[in-house]
């Protein structure tokens, strides 16, 4: 059956978005949840365990405090306290560590680390998955089991101030509250000055119980300028003279006989060596926690600091909860810290532990169908024995030493369990639904292969691709298959102990999926035995073009050995982690293959032809006859020099950013440029490049663009200035700093401006009159919007990579696509690959931690979520779109160079050809860096994979379009 490739390429597109959501419902990790709809509660909590006929003691543990105030500071690393710099950073902490009445840990919080899922772990005591993350934008009221639900049953009084989140998910739950929104990062001050102003007042009072302060400002400082700012140690210093002001508040009320207060220091998440959060890196996952009380003995003077502990963030919520004698939510999969407990005695520490394991024991029993074989499970059962044999003896009356060893003994068997079976819980995060992910990844691989072995007839010149599907749909291995494939269903849907997706479906749905993976595996095995055996004499090949065989050149054969060969890398994490290394090699080998073509083009070709005159398309305002030979041998020499010339600005742009995993925490061009000695060096750098950026982009617009990008090229230094970043000749160094708002927003009105300009003059060559420079000239004037746009976004020591990316781009087009005369499918995949380089020059990588988030807030005053996000967007796939747009504009300038008239169909059919090529791009980008950016290696293969068949389904659709293009 033969089917045209466009309509091919769109139905494998098709089906390929299908595979890979069969995947995602698979791969997403099932939370460890209890089974129970109801919250725990006092009553249900178990008797203490005793041997023997007498009736069990239903005796409930004693509230180890009073009042809990938890102070928490978004961002707050541990090396800010414990580290080297801590006694210049936080000195009365670091007093209080070492020398007063407190128990001090390094909390390891789990990734992602962002604030909504750190906020649910520390109040739910489960692990979030990285579904969380697309909720931290609107968090949702959180209706599961939670500490801050079970304080308020319990009649105690809660008070906040801070982060707006806890309001979100906590909105009836506080008897006092004043949020902030925490999204604002270019705020910094007035974020901590509206929870400070509450403070006197509040501490004063004697109306609540639980007080907590969430501080935003140190996360600010750190997404704006780093964890190695000028503006960290003042926070710092702030925060604490905060906690000194709480810690002597709380003292001067602590009476003699009442119940201690207990005052928590923790930070939500720690904070990466470029100042962003949401990985797995080491300074992101280590936070301090201090816990002052004076129920804690008072230390020694010790002549240096001992390492802290390292326990899980989510410990805190089970501890919390015992001490203030509250149920321990049912989804917490934290155990008490025992440290917490060494002031308490023996017997009642016990209990601690036991209602503690029995909390996880039932969550256990609710997660896993085999919970009875879990070592932390037996190991509980044993200590629960034990337990109940020294409860006997203890009630008797026994105080001998036999008692004591004993319950040290049944002590530590509880911990042992309770670390067991909190670790088996949190490993339940990475449970999949592996048969919807197994269906998945062998879909995606079917459409793989077919639409591999059909490209060499899809780029034909006849774009025809000729598919065995009445062959395989009659052939009994396909029946077979079915059979199989059917079998294999019901197998596994009858046996497996979890519920799979698949096997929810209807008995239809499977039906047809079976027979549609049959057939596909029938017309594989079909097109594969085609392409290997030979083709019948008589018959014409369908490689066969016009009488020539079609053939692959060395640059198809890079394009496409690359592609696969860094599909293929993904299937390591320590590719996927450096995977910058990929495409730098990749792009340094396609200018050497580049090279090698023009070489080719003008030595080999030209010695070959003689005096033959070589074709060369003509310039803009000249036909080929008009070129005089000086032009000529000027054209040719610096098509020579645009690859090396391109070689040069990959390797300076690669040394600005450091990025990927291993190498990241090194210093880089940019570290160098932005350091306050190098101001002038950055200043005049950033000056040449916004000038050079305007002689690049105005040659292809209006009048009125060029001056409205003059100015905003100008008000983009003006915004840099305002902020610091660079300076002006006549700007004092003591003069203060303002926010940029007033420039920025002026950048804005001239990108508006442009856009309106480039939209109205392409829409007037559709719609009104059919001119093909005036559409090539909207489509220029909108590129070079964006370009005014990303501009203002980037730091000003990006602004080389900008320029880089606009001087290859010039060269590239002018000197090698067009006189190579690469056709639209090699000059897609190689905007792809640029496209995807420029990504990680600009210091990206795969890790939400390298997104930088203040760029949203450029130009606004305060927080507007659709601005932030857009801008945010903009910023982080500026590489990706700016050679996006630039395929668009330069395909469709392409098509329109002939000076004869084309009719207006024509024109829809160009645009039509520029469109897929965009939306191809910007769904991989998408798609590969925001679904999957927190360092999950395992769906990459397949992604990469989808990556591959879009490339491959655009080939085809150019090709079918320049086909019918050629006929029309």
Known sequence: MKVRSSVFASFVLICEVIGVAVFLRGFFPVSVKSSLSSKSKLSDLPAEPLTGSSPNSTRLPHPLFKRV???????????????????????YTRHVVEKGSSKSFVAKARPPTVTMPRIKALTTGSIPGFIDVVMNLNSPAMLEDNLIWQAKTAGRRIIFYGDDTWVRLFPKHFMEYDGTTSFFVSDYTEVDNNVTRHLDSTLKRDDWDILILHYLGLDHIGHIS??????????????????????????????????????????????????????????????????????????????????????????????????????????????????????????????????????????????IPDYEKEAGFEQFRVAEKAHGNWMKLYLEGNTSEVLTNMGKKVLKQYLEALAAMSSCLSKQLGKYDMYSMIAGMMFVFQLLLVLLLTLPEALSAEAVVDLPVLSALVSLPFYLLCLLLASVHVLVCTSAESSCYFCSLSWGLVFAAVAFSSAMFCILVSMLTRRLLPAPTHRKSPLRSGGSEWWLSELDVLLLAGTIGHTLSLASSSFIEEEHQTWYFLLNTLCLAVFQDVCRKYFREQRNSGDEEEYILPSKDCHPSAHPKPEVFSEKWLALATPPFTLVCIRLVRSLNQTGVQWAHLPDLGHWLNSSEHKIVLSLLAAFCLVLIYFLVQRRCSLVSKVALALGLLGVYSYRAAVGNVSFPWQHSGQALSKGTVEARFVYVFVLGILFTGTKDLLRSQIITADAKLKSRGLWEIYSGLVLLFSLLFRAHNLPVLCCCLLIQTFMARFIWRKLHYDAAQTTIMHYWFGQAFFYFQGNSSNIATIDISVGFVGLESYVEAPAIILTALSTYAGPLLWTCHLVCYLSSERDRSPVAISHGCYCLALLRSVPAAAYIVLVTVLRYHLFIWSVFSPKLLYESMHLLLTAGMCLFFNTMEQSHSKS
């Open 226 to 367: 780093g964890p190695h700012s000028s503006l960290i140690q003042p926070k710092l210093l702030e925060m604490d003279d905060i906690l000194k002001k709480i810690h002597n508040a709380l003292d001067s009320k602590d009476t003699e006989g009442s119940l201690p207060y207990l005052l928590v220091l923790c930070g939500d998440h720690g904070m990466s060596e470029t100042g962003s959060h949401g990985g797995s890196s080491e300074p992101e996952v280590s936070t301090p926690l201090v816990l002052i009380s004076p129920a804690f003995k008072r230390k020694a003077m010790p002549a240096g600091m001992d390492i802290p502990a390292v326990v899980e963030q989510v410990d805190l919520t089970p501890t919390l909860a015992l001490g203030f004698g509250l149920p321990i939510s049912q989804n917490s999969v934290g155990h008490v810290i025992p440290e917490v407990l060494e002031e308490t005695s023996l017997r009642d520490r016990l209990r601690y532990l036991h209602i503690n394991g029995h909390q996880l024991s039932c969550l256990l029993k609710d997660t």
């Open 69 to 91: 105030v938890i102070m928490l500071v978004d961002a707050l690393r541990e090396d800010f306290v414990f580290g080297p710099n801590g006694r210049i950073y936080m000195p």
